[in-house]
């Protein structure tokens, strides 16, 4: 198994007939599948009754997939409880914010801190555990899937309060005045007067609703650990997040200690270029969140992609899937998994894509897949690697939540687009980026971004105060240093805490209507927030131009200690962020990864610790790119003497024998 | 009474002082208006408390109409409980799919599952039938209004279930193959634990929720034929369809063969020439529900159009009122009723428009009614007489639902815009067309259309097949034949069953973004949807250009046995459907109803059993229409010797003497 | 404290440790706060449990404030019940219309209705009354906050029927006749079946809708005068009313009546001229409402614009703050008040606009109010002056209340935007406006406008039939009597009761789809609506041109007794409005409040009794005017001797030596 990238898909035989399970194996060799996701959902052909288990079908999948070669993650089927525990457990389905239950029908149809639904989950790994926990075709432990389906119902009430009191050390002032109850009238005198935070008739609570976030990511942690524990053996487990992650909202930071490896689902959200920017988002997040070993790709759509707002797909681009894997495992990923082999014929994803489609194995699709494969079987020697980065951008899950709250001046600036935009312009400048928090070794870093870090806490400015001292280069984006970890304002200016690291001190906030821009000296524009800024010690790299922010600075660098603060008082356009972005670097001394690259072409390397580096290159352009290079292809399985010309659309695999340099 | 159409509209007499009784005969008279529709919604006015009846005001209105010339349709009131039966019964009132109960104080405030319901509307219905039945005034009983009104409550998944065990034999493991259970662990073990598709967690079960709106559309029925059962002697009984039906969505194919005539609301969907297609579309639908039988345009509106999405009325523009009474005429209708007779002064619905409006009779619109009435009373002679199409239209109310459910691809892609459509091409080459069903005699029909027939069970495949080897030229359009009746997908390349028939096997969808399109040769172009389509024996017509499906087949011809299966895998632009749809007509031998007739006039025809035909001829232009041209005109009375001229706007029917030709 | 203006914000020290009360104190000074609004929602830190009171903290701030020689409009804190009071009364929380319940974690989380939530309320403010009615700092009782939460759980429908009982003194018969309960079989047997508005299966009563609002508006100003009756005694008693209301929706003229004198609070909408119209409009509304005394700015933001739809603020231009603040002021305020004097550090409106705002003392925004407060300091002697108006605008709750509900042919049209439109107009004329009910004077007013007077009750149309006969110039807008007092529609053609006075007769509607415009003669064009109309003695001034309505009169002029009723059958473009104000102008012999100025200077006036008088002059042009002038420009101190030079955005009061004339 060691030098092999997992290669494989979900897999559910359940849902067809014998006939096709023999289909499958053939062509699962034929594709080179080596792994499948077995369980997933399969709760109620596991234990068809309450305490009733029938595992004849899961034991003929195991030994039949262990025959032919292909090892199993095998999962809990916890994610969607059968309608006979929703039968015997209403109270047990989950309640909107707005006090209405949700039914069964559907999947994730259960409030995770309900204890009958706790119960059941545990008798079913258990069970699971006992049975299949030393069987040799099992080498991964997948607990449940995408934890974070939200509940407000009383159980959830109980669990929070019980939370609250552990955050709070039992002491009920010491949450009035975290959650500053004194506005609006909110003191509590009791815990059992607090609430999740259900609607209400107005503004909600910021701090009620952050710690409900917290609470919550803590919970569902809770119960992905009790079922980690009851299986924890043989073989690693994990649970796998969902990225990017509108639908669930956790602080993977956290999660990400408690796995015993990451595993990421990911769907791409558009085509062009843009995706590759979005697949090089989750993966570097996935990294991170694995603190820099090798990760694991749970999911992926091997057909399909996402724009906009689930409301359609549209096909992926021919030699897309071929290009976007290579990606994932260029950026540390030591699995190509896809959900899933084969297209269901029914049910609410009858139409989610598949390795094997609707239309069989004589399709694009296919043809796609098993060529997936076969270029994945010639590049085991990469397995186990690693990537460096010597850049960070610092992600928060409290900044994200905070910023979800309709409590902002503008709700159009969001945590997520603020990062997004600057790890876009990281990407342009070619250079990979890790994503790290305050508490990490910033050290290590050469630059941390720090983009729209709206709650800072005391201790997190103290952590960039340090790492600038010692010498770090710091950018900061608007919109940070607002609140403190209780959002509460800092006092006396903004960004609070780095006043003195930055020279500048942001008096008041000019939030700017979307679709409208701000101008900036030199040509350059802002969207969505400026601020009014006044320095204490920072030069100007640039200015705000008329408008009632006229000649006020926008950008600027403040040299502190051995290291330099930068900050962006506005959302810049891309050429004005790629500029800054080049010029932190070369400030910094960062290098792109494959210095003198043409634009449209995407460089990636992996590191062993024996030496080796693997280079990956990927012609994102229309025209064909020529490289000064030598190395071994691994794609093509030639050497590269001096040159390497990459066709539009094409992607190399380099084992490097000695540093690469572009003259 | 015979050879009269029905001309009236909705009376409601019980709302006004005696006064306007007297009013109202003179103005009928005037208008010659010879059919009053009373009795919707007046429940609390005939049984104003339990089981407590008052008929005094009927017995005087019936009496009243009667002496005055006026036939009544006597409906049934029972779309509109009292408040004295939901204050009693609070359960009958209907409930969300979110779980909230609606309240009183609107109409259609019943679920029509709940026994205490379905009881008092029998009460109600068997006392107006006995008091009635054989008033000479009653020419017809109308049952309810617009049935459609959605309920989720206990109730209702008693009913379900109750459906579901009739559906399935009581063979519960069939209804979880059916509804492919084993995905998402939603395995029934007891019928007991089946839900309507009440709110979810996340994506309904498309096979679940389709079974509820076949059981919906049944149980509604099974409500309307209690009452039909209880009234029928004398008079014929029916109830009205809401057309277009995105109120109401029921299988009209069904409730077609329970009513003894067919009846139709239509509301005008827009102005211009669009609002005239529309009408075609309603009345096309209404005449093939009733198997091609005359039917009644039960109500319109006289003044007023609803564009857009109900939320503002625009004022019909003068003159329209005729041409679209007489465009459902030349389609079928034996009546042209109007909801109102009277503006109301009050209620929810004072503003909706009426025969006589709340400034009176001294108005535009009462003059415009009153031509009508005139108009209508010298074309008594083509009461009964039937229209005559020589292609159809499939129309599967199973597909319709399916596509409305959010699993599909793209929720831009629905059932009804492609059918309008199509329809739309259709009307615009001067072709009638009836709607069929798979079940019907297709032979009969020279061209068989079926757009995005989304869900095509075997039997239905089966029977599009012998069509074509008949000699049936069949066009299919994209999205076709994806799912059997189960929702499960057919395997092995769509449009499944008609691989052979078109000579095409789809492997892949590319659905388009809204307000994108994507190139075909020759300029067309293509929305929302295109395929990856492989020939297998087909004829390109035109192929795609650029993009990932350059080069593909986009439309294409297939000879089958005696017949030819055309397919388009796309929604075409205008000309290209313009284009086909008259090559597929060429190939059919189909002709318009007058050919050589210019594009701006329309041209209908009805013939009578005795070999009579009367040609409706509508100028929908802007310039005059000259016709080669010889019969009797029946609006002006006036013989037409040779050739007509028809100004802009204006209508001509003739009485045919021999077959009309253009030279 | 007479002939000052009270100056100052909502404070709240208990929000904040001692050393920031004692910053409090010298800041306030420094700015020339001489007003302080203390205990607005406050509740749970003057009643910490039920019946245990903690008056300590309010017992310092008081004296503090006293001492520094702040007066105080102490606030009950009823508009936020603390969660003991919630958790011991869930039944006293709000409920939606839609039935579901809304949680404390707010503001505003109380039922009105509730008996407890009554009891408490009366509780604790008897309790502040007895503590402080006597303190010397207490200049003025404000009670509770903003008015206006729904609700419409159990205990409102009891009231509801209470106050039907009382409105149609205890007629059933009545009440079912003008709700026009015979539609759709809504009769009511007892008065137990009625149910406030819930959500319901379709369209709404409108009657039963428009009581509703009705009773609301009524409920809560029962809820008011309890709270009211219990503080009265020295000093005069208020509550804030919410401008522009589309939150509150309340009959302000009623609520006027019960206050001592009207406070309002107002959040400017637009940045630029829009806002400064629309700082008119709400100061305007504020004066009628208080029936032409001085009244009171209670809540400003000093730094924020809310654009749009509450979703994001903008920030203030500079020098805004002193502008907006003397308009209201010119428009007879007596007061300069703003939410809130020091910015809160956390809870729902951290980011809420305040006068020390959280980057401290040293901004822009304190330095504005500083400057603010000392200008004002300098005004002190306009005190207690008036302002005179010659035109008025009718404003009408039930208008308004009524084009909220889904009934009308066009959802797009409402009451507001026409009222708005219509007092921009006059605005743009330099002609100030007041507010006026039929039931008052109207004599007195050279003009009434009366804009889209939707709902016309025959006594108000007896009122205005007089006021023109008397010699009135009314200016009817189009939609207007329509209905009357019940929602029951004029007979006859519209508008109702004004037939003879306009000399014209609208027989039915053309609305207009929101984009589209409809032409007029000479260029000019409509909005939204246009209507068939029909002359019986007016003048034709403009006339529909092209469309069904071409050559059809749009706006005419009626001479009808000693006056002229001029009407307007659609919603003009500006310039057309412009024209057609000054042509009425001309005619009723209104000038303009500085005759001859330059269209980007605002000039207003207040008069003293003793016949002294104030002009203010407002440039918001880009460009500096020149004016002839003479008297003593109070800002500056300077005397005006023949000319005054207002810098572009700079502000003059000058205390005027004899009548104003520019030459």
């Known amino acids: 198994m060691t030098h092999a990238f997992w290669f494989g898909g979900d897999y559910n035989p359940e849902q067809w007939p014998p006939e096709t399970w023999d289909e499958d194996d053939v062509l699962m060799r034929e594709a080179r599948v080596n ?77 995770a801190a309900a204890p009958a639904y706790r119960e059941a989950a545990k008798r079913v790994t258990s069970a699971l555990g006992e049975r299949y926990g030393d069987h040799p075709a099992v080498a991964l432990w997948h607990v449940h899937n995408e934890y974070g389906t939200p509940c407000y119902c009383g159980h959830v009430a109980t669990a929070f309060r019980r939370w609250l009191r552990a955050r709070y050390d039992d002491d009920l002032a010491g949450l009035n005045e975290a959650w500053y109850t004194k506005f609006w009238s909110q003191n509590y005198g009791d815990w059992e007067q607090i609430l999740p935070p259900r609607d209400t008739q107005y503004l909600p609570n910021p701090a009620q609703a952050l710690d409900f976030a917290r609470f919550w990511s803590d919970e569902l942690l809770t119960a992905y650990r009790e079922q980690r524990d009851l299986l924890r053996g043989r073989v690693p487990v994990t649970t796998n997040f969902m990225l990017p992650d509108s639908y669930q909202m956790l602080d993977f930071w956290r999660w990400g200690a408690e796995v015993d490896v990451v595993a990421i689902d990911h769907y791409l959200n558009a085509p062009g270029v843009a995706g ?81 489609p609707h239309a069989g194995a004589d399709t694009r699709v296919f043809r796609e897949v098993s060529a997936l494969g076969e270029t994945l079987s010639g590049l085991g020697e990469i397995v186990g690697s690693t990537v460096r980065a010597h850049v960070a951008i610092l992600w928060d899950a409290d900044s994200r939540w905070a910023l979800e709250l309709p409590v902002t001046p503008s709700r159009h600036v969001k945590y997520m687009p603020a990062v997004r935009e600057l790890h876009a312009a990281v990407w342009r400048a ?129 040299p502190h200690g051995a290291g330099t603060g930068w900050y962006v008082s506005t959302y810049p356009d891309e050429p004005t962020a790629d500029r800054l ?14 210095p003198g690259a043409p634009t449209q072409v995407e460089a990636l390397r992996r590191h062993a610790a024996d030496g080796r580096s693997w280079l990956f290159l990927f012609n994102h352009g229309s025209a064909a790119a020529l490289f000064p290079l030598t190395g071994h292809e691994l794609l093509t399985g030639r050497s590269v003497e001096g040159s390497l010309r990459l066709a539009p659309g094409d992607v190399a695999v380099i084992r490097e024998t000695r540093p690469t340099e572009v003259n």
């Open 276 to 356: 590759t920017i979005d697949v090089a988002f989750a993966a570097d997040r996935a990294r991170s969140f694995n603190r820099g070993r090798p990760w694991l790709l749970m999911e992926q759509a091997v057909g399909t992609i996402w724009p906009g707002h689930g409301e359609m797909v549209v096909a992926k681009e021919p030699g897309r899937l071929l290009r976007d894997s290579l990606a994932y495992v260029a950026r540390g990923s030591d699995s190509v998994l896809a959900f899933q082999w084969r297209a269901g014929r029914g049910g609410s994803e009858l139409h989610h894509s598949a390795m094997v």
């Open 581 to 594: 972005v080049r010029r932190v670097f070369e400030a910094a001394g960062v290098e792109p990864e494959l």
């Open 430 to 558: 070619g250079v990979t980026a890790d994503f790290a928090r305050y508490e990490d070794d910033l050290s290590r870093y050469a630059v941390v971004f720090a983009p729209s870090l709206y709650l800072l806490s005391p201790a997190a400015a103290e952590s960039l105060v340090r790492y600038v001292e010692g010498g770090g280069q710091l950018v900061v984006g608007c919109f940070s240093g607002v609140v403190d970890e209780r959002q509460q304002a800092w006092l006396g200016g903004f960004p609070g805490g780095l006043l003195d690291v930055l020279g500048v001190r942001v008096e008041e906030f000019h939030p700017v209507v979307p679709g409208q821009t701000v101008a900036l000296s030199s040509g350059a524009t802002g969207r969505l927030w400026s601020e009014d800024l006044v320095c204490h010690g920072a030069e100007v790299l640039a200015a705000y131009e008329g408008g009632p922010l006229d000649g006020k600075p926008a950008i600027t660098r403040h």
């Open 35 to 111: 792994t499948a996701t077995v369980g997933v959902f399969a709760w109620s052909s596991i234990e068809p009754a309450e305490g009733v288990f029938d595992f004849d079908w899961l034991d003929r999948t195991l030994d039949r997939l262990h025959a032919n070669g292909v090892r199993v993650i095998l999962a809990t089927p916890t994610a969607s409880p059968p309608p006979w525990f929703t039968f015997a457990h209403p109270d047990a389905l989950p309640v909107t914010s707005g006090g209405t239950r949700r039914w069964h029908g559907s999947r994730d149809t259960y409030c």
